[in-house]
């Protein structure tokens, strides 16, 4: 039975295990992203996004806290800095994996891991905003703009009527 056994060992022993993931969540705030395989990555999420959290509060406390999971001063810099400052505003999900098939030596399944905020092609360019537009999920006619009105009485193309 495995009652209560949530943790995703990795065949490795505690200390192996605790190691690992601490190099890939420097790598990984240093990097922003990194590619390991999917339970790697799996286990990295569970590892690295209360560390995210934690970096939220730039506290002497909080850095000592981090510090003794990561092991690493430039990472810890680079947490409370940068990363912080991305992440202010979310509540939560920082890391993002995605698949990306298996690996020609041993079959393995690969992934990235990323930083969500620092990925220009899924998040919102710099500069670039949308409007907040509201959304239903009834069918109904759109409404005219006035530059489709305009172009429709010009060309003389009236909408056939219901």
């Known amino acids: 039975m495995r009652h209560g056994d949530k943790i995703k060992n990795l065949s490795r022993t505690k200390a192996h295990r605790d190691a690992l993931l601490s190099n890939l969540a420097c790598q990984l705030i240093k990097h922003k992203r990194i590619v390991t395989t999917l339970a790697k990555a799996k286990a990295l999420r569970v590892y690295a996004e209360p560390l995210i959290t934690k970096g939220k509060e730039n506290t002497t406390h909080q ?3 981090v510090f003794s999971y990561l092991k ?3 990472a810890v810099k680079e947490l409370f800095g940068i990363v912080a400052e991305k992440i202010a505003g979310r509540p ?3 890391t993002r994996i995605i698949k990306l098939g298996t690996r020609p030596g041993d079959n393995a399944e690969q992934g990235m891991i990323e930083l969500v905020d620092f990925n220009e092609i899924y ?3 710099k500069g670039e905003e949308k409007a907040a537009t ?3 999920r009834r069918a109904g006619s759109k409404k005219k703009t ?3 009105a305009a172009a429709d ?3 003389g193309k009236a909408k056939p009527e219901e």
């Open 63 to 65: 850095r000592r806290v």
């Open 72 to 74: 690493d001063k430039e």
């Open 92 to 94: 939560g999900g920082y």
């Open 123 to 125: 998040g919102k360019g």
């Open 134 to 136: 509201k959304k239903t």
């Open 146 to 148: 006035t530059e489709t």
């Open 153 to 155: 009485e010009k060309t």
